[in-house]
């Protein structure tokens, strides 16, 4: 008995050390070029630091939370990150759900249509924000009809009013496929009993949507919420793209989110600490929106 207690121990331990070799890797390459950035950037933030001349660096406190928290430009920053937020992720979401809703059920050519909504998140974000700004430019067909709308028929990308929204456009066109695959591989997760027994009970399309789709779904959704809201806060490509002669946030800052800020304080000020300051702050934002989303959804999941 003894004899069969050790070797089930042997086992799982060879079985353990198996997993962590293969785990090393992986391991190694998140303390290489996570981690310890992470680490690096939380020091530097406390610090008045320049790649360029070195020797001047000095520790410096909390100085750069201060200022940083009195910098109207960061404020700024903030309102255009949480904006972005709050519009592109529950837009991205419906619209996601929606089409894989659609792509799940029994239409010809489906594969094809997963290849298409798909295929913009594999193009570079520079490249879409590019073309998508030879379509919004004044008197196009596409101002024109927005103008239909109520909206002044001007060159989006360069209006102060509409930089943002022109951003959101590109964003949401070019992230739904990527949301779609993932609800699409959780639809075909959920067992195809419960829709029978729904059947035999007598309930229709919009009750089954609500009372077996929506929860067998809940973990998906967190995903997506998730990720959704960290890429969103974290939009980069797009603001350089549109970007000219080197100023992000251009046209005068309407289009400045967090990331650029970031980057702008960083690399063009070389004011490191001062920016790495303004990355923790948002490394702590995403943090947080994520343990609410958490619990909203339900922390069993």
């Not at 207690?5 to 353990?16: D, L, M, P, V």
């Not at 509409?162 to 695959?181: E, K, N, R, S, T």
């Amino acid at each position: 008995m003894s004899k069969g207690i050790n070797y089930s121990i042997k086992e799982k331990t060879r079985e353990t050390i198996t997993a962590y070799i293969f785990l090393l890797p992986v391991i190694i390459g998140w303390l290489i070029w996570f981690f310890y950035p992470a680490l690096q950037s939380f020091l530097i933030s406390f610090q008045e630091f320049n790649f360029i001349t070195p020797k001047s660096n000095h520790f410096v406190g909390l100085d750069n939370y201060i200022n940083l928290f009195k910098d109207s430009y960061f404020y700024q920053a903030l309102g255009h990150s949480a904006i972005l937020v709050l519009v592109i992720v529950p837009i991205q979401t419906i619209a996601a759900l929606l089409i894989a809703l659609g792509l799940n059920s029994n239409i010809k050519g489906k594969g094809i249509f997963r290849t298409v909504y798909y295929l913009p998140y594999v193009i570079s974000p520079v490249a879409v924000t590019t073309v998508f700004m030879y379509f919004f430019v004044q008197g196009t067909a596409v101002t024109k009809f927005f103008s239909l709308l109520g909206i002044p028929n001007v060159t989006w990308f360069a209006d102060m009013k509409l930089a943002l929204p022109f951003l959101a456009i590109i964003y949401v066109w070019q992230m739904i496929g990527f949301y779609m695959v993932i609800y699409l591989s959780g639809l075909q997760t959920i067992p195809a009993d419960l829709y029978e027994a729904a059947d035999i009970d007598g309930a229709n399309g919009l009750k089954k949507f609500r009372y077996i789709t929506l929860p067998m779904l809940k973990p998906v959704t967190f995903l997506v919420l998730t990720y959704g809201m960290i890429q969103a806060f974290q939009m980069f490509d797009q603001v350089a793209a549109v970007a000219r002669q080197g100023m992000l946030g251009s046209p005068a800052g309407a289009t400045h989110t967090l990331v650029s800020f970031f980057y702008m304080n960083s690399f063009k000020y070389m004011n490191m600490g001062y920016g790495s300051a303004a990355a923790i702050v948002l490394f702590l934002l995403i943090f947080l929106v994520t343990l609410i989303q958490k619990n909203l959804v339900g922390s069993e999941d």
